[in-house]
């Protein structure tokens, strides 16, 4: 990609990205670009089995050396451009980020940023909870606003074998109160995966109900070419929230944003809210505003993609602000992703011959 030495608003103009002024910048589908997802590590000390599988993560795998990351500085560039561009929400993410040494330190650069409305972001994290026990004060008094742990299982035995690395659950419970206690906003992520641990649905509810904690139940995803995903492994979310609301009667409620990946439903009896995110079988890409930038740099416009644009290269390479500014509104200005929408139009080899990054290198 060649930087045009044009001004920003002559460089989105040519690229056609409609630009409004407090919204930011619009794609082919008039999608506002409100997110922005960091992966700060390919390194997860997890081997989540749809996501991380050991057999291609083993020991020999080849992850990016520490001069392929982008620098705190970089990141911070890139999401000042991101945020010149409308971005509202930053999240970071992994691999596992909180093996990323000085992560606080990163949360405090961009916490110091602000919106085109003048606002701090907001920033969220994407954690296995691993670290949280120790973290949460830490990331809280850095500018975190919330975290997600993601949490498959209650059963220690079903748990160590999902995260295929014996790490007990007791751990991360142990984070997710460290988080409460630290004042974090706390949700959680399950993915379910039929004949692994569907079974859990039930427990996983019951013991967050009443928790304020929001649970939010994943359908299983063809991310990445490693997981060895097939959709009869898919459980519905329309089947999730059945199971649920046939022991604990649920009802509807309203996004509390647009763009918001999850459909909410809660509890008639007034003990909280669950979610789903149902990319298999009720996509959400119409609304999507989700950008993901990768540990070295590249900017994927959806979680699906094949290849992304080498931000780093700018970057390293002399790049003013306002041509970064202005090269995202550029890339996302021609977006026009909707993966999930025609993911049940492609034949199984059309979807296999499709390249697609992995989840534990973009993270989710
Ligand atoms: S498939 Fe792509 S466009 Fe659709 S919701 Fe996911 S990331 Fe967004």
Redesign the pocket.
């Given at each position: 990609m060649t930087i045009a030495p044009e001004s920003h608003s002559a460089g989105a103009a040519r690229a056609g990205a409609r630009r409004l002024p407090s919204t930011g910048v619009l794609d082919a589908r008039r999608r506002p670009l409100h997110d922005l997802r960091i992966s700060v590590t390919d390194r997860c000390n997890f081997r989540c089995v749809y996501c991380m599988p050991r057999e291609v993560f083993g020991r020999d795998y080849a992850f990016l050396e520490r001069h392929e990351l982008l620098t705190f500085e970089e990141i911070e560039r890139i999401s000042r451009a991101a945020l010149a561009n409308g971005v509202r929400k930053l999240r970071l993410t992994g691999g596992e980020p909180l093996l990323r040494r000085g992560v606080e330190d990163l949360v405090a650069r961009l916490a110091a940023l602000r919106t085109l409305d003048g606002d701090k972001p907001e920033i969220a994290l994407t954690t296995n909870g691993s670290a949280l026990a120790v973290k949460a004060e830490a990331l809280k008094a850095a500018g975190v606003d919330r975290v997600t742990v993601s949490i498959d299982s209650l059963d220690d035995a079903l748990f160590r074998r999902m995260n295929d690395v014996q790490f007990p659950v007791r751990r991360v419970l142990a984070g997710i109160d460290a988080a409460r206690d630290a004042g974090l906003p706390v949700k959680l992520n399950t993915v379910v995966k039929r004949g692994l641990n569907d079974g859990e649905i039930l427990s996983l509810a019951e013991h967050f109900r009443g928790t304020g904690h929001v649970l939010r139940f994943i359908e299983y995803m063809d991310v990445g070419a490693t997981n060895g995903w097939s959709l009869d492994e898919v459980v519905p979310s329309a089947e999730i929230v059945a199971q649920i609301h046939a022991r604990f009667p649920l009802e509807p409620l309203a996004p509390t944003a647009p763009g918001e990946?999850a459909k909410r439903w809660r509890y008639v009896d007034g003990s909280g809210e669950i979610g789903v995110i149902s990319?298999v079988t009720n996509?959400?890409?119409g609304s999507?505003s989700?950008a993901r930038l990768s540990t070295e740099g590249r900017l994927f416009t959806?979680?699906?993609a094949s290849e992304g644009h080498d931000l780093r290269a700018l970057v390293r390479g002399g790049a003013t602000d306002a041509e970064l500014t202005a090269t995202l509104a550029d890339i996302w200005g021609v977006r026009d992703?909707?993966?999930?929408?025609i993911r049940s139009s492609l034949t199984p080899e059309l979807r296999a011959d499709r390249a697609r990054i992995e989840m534990s290198y973009i993270g989710g």
């Open positions: 990946t990319s996509a959400f890409c999507c989700r959806c979680l699906f992703d909707r993966y999930s929408e």
